[in-house]
């Protein structure tokens, strides 16, 4: 196996999905605390008690010991988010709120006591809900001086902890979900493609001025953009699919072209052009882009297909970007098609494509688990878990022989929490089971898994315990 010796094994989190104690501490309204069904249904007016989010698996109060059971399993590293609410609760506040400042100290000094380094998400799908209200979220311009606000709060305040930061999770999602990523309320069926455009262009803009700023203000600082990969695969040998597929994954590696070029690709041009898409673009703007990123991070749970023939173009089940699905491989109970070997060929390509380091900062699997007993403790017994994490190592490791740079790998949702696109306990992908159900029943008891010990091992061997 040939995991570098410095290699960052951990796990990966985002606070609404976490933390709970929506309203503690001084946290304002995020756009989560009004989504009860995740991207599957309306948002609310006021927060509700149906969402679990509200409560999460309250990391917020116990931080300590969920990082012990990491600092266990022998993580290097932890991948959270900052809930901007807690810092900024309004989003447009003149004075951070202490409290929320203070909550992070905190996570990041017991990280450090047991040498964990924290990759931290600067944005996750948890805007302050007030931007949304009172200025439309990312469509608004505005945004970027409040993200830039919110970034110099941070850097100044935690530059001495943390030396990994990502901009935006999964930002090429606002195209798609443009309420939870984009805090834009507005049915997408009323945006036009122009609106969404503009959206992502402010917060591409938005995140290289965070890189510069990070840069200027952190030494050694690294920092990253995170994209949701998908590898497209035609559905048929015909050229016709080849093109539609060039096609679909231009609508995703756009985001890492600017981010690592610094300029709008020419392919983008073509297709303004022909959807009738004119966008802001100030000179300002054009020179901010060229602050690129240190390294990529993406998220990688399946891949899908394309096809020319609109007859064919079904979108599969649940996932966040559609696709057609692929009719050799097996689905998760949430219908995301599995292929490790999607993992090694996406490395690739992006490796190729730009040259940048990577950062697996998502993988896993979304499952329903039955807590058991075994010689008297409580565990779960999920050698599938097991199994779908193995495969995607190993083919991690064949990227990593065919030559492509990666610092580490974060599972996601090393610990049960809150899914993101159903807003379900029911959907697990932790190492540590949590008592908590879709019902808001459970006493958030917390349990090893068999995954537990397994993840350990590979930790412990650097990979040399995985199964090819
Ligand atoms: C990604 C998000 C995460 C996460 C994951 C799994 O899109 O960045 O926040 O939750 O998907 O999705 P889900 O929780 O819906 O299974």
New binding site residues.
Partial sequence: MTFPPDFLWGGAT?AN?LEGAFDEGGKGLSIQDVAPR?IQGPRTSIPTADNLKLVGIDFYHRYASDIALFAEMGFKVLRLSIAWSRILPKGDDEEPNEEGLAFYDRVFDECARHGIEPLVTIS??ETPLHLADHYGGWVNREMIGFYERYVRTLFDRYGSKVRYWLTF??IN?VLHVPFLSGAIDTPKDQLSTSELYQAAHHELVASALATRIAHEMIPGVKVGCMI?AMPTYPLTPDPADVVAVMQADRRNLFFGDVHTQGIYPSYMRRYFREAGIELDITDDDREILTNTVDFVSF?Y?MSVCEAADPAKRATGEGN?IGGVPNPTLQASD?GWQIDPAGLRIVANQFWDRWGKPLFVV?NGL?AKDELVEVDGAKTVLDDYRIAYLNDHLVQLSEAIDDGVEILGYTA??CIDLV????AQMS?R?GFVYVDRHDDGSGTLERYRKASFDWYAEVIRTNGGSLLR
Avoid: D
């Fill in positions: 985002a999905q995740g996750h799908y999770n999964e999602s949701l998220s749970y966040v949430w998502e979304g996601w949702g899914s993101f696109t159903t959907k992908y």
